[in-house]
């Protein structure tokens, strides 16, 4: 049986955390700086730049702590960084009487953002062996 790396996975969501928490806080300002006609496609495209930068650097720095199984690593940095923000999301709007977030498509965004995750895992993976 192997080891896993607990280093690698806390170091991975950690980073995922902090990238996700920059994104909700810079998200509402984009919105009031482009809330004029058009510049609702910019802001859904920095949205979504955010979300895949989320999601690739923490697998990235997953994997390259853990120097191997970067697959692996990514997927569970991605999927456990998603559940964890989820969860904080749902504790938030109970203790601040925000509205209750939908978390039907959850476990869709766990596997989307695993896999995304996980691809840049593979990445650093590959480039560590390529550089050797």
């Avoid at 300002?29 to 989320?54: N, Y």
Wanted: hydrophobic letters at 55%.
């Amino acid at each position: 049986m192997k080891q896993i790396n607990v280093r690698a996975l806390m170091q991975g969501t950690l980073v995922f955390i902090a990238l996700y928490c920059i994104h909700l806080l810079i998200l509402p300002w984009l919105s009031k700086a482009f809330a004029k006609g058009d510049a609702e496609s910019i802001v859904f495209g920095v949205h979504q730049f955010l979300g895949l930068a989320t999601c690739m650097a923490s697998g990235y720095v997953a994997a390259t702590v853990s120097g191997k199984n970067g697959f692996f690593y990514g997927l569970g940095v991605g999927a456990l960084g998603t559940l964890l923000s989820a969860l904080a999301a749902a504790l938030w709007s109970v203790t601040m009487d925000a509205p209750f977030p939908e978390l039907a498509r959850l476990p869709f965004w766990m596997m989307v953002n695993g896999f995304l995750a996980a691809f840049a895992g593979l990445l650093a993976t590959y480039s560590d062996d390529a550089a050797d």
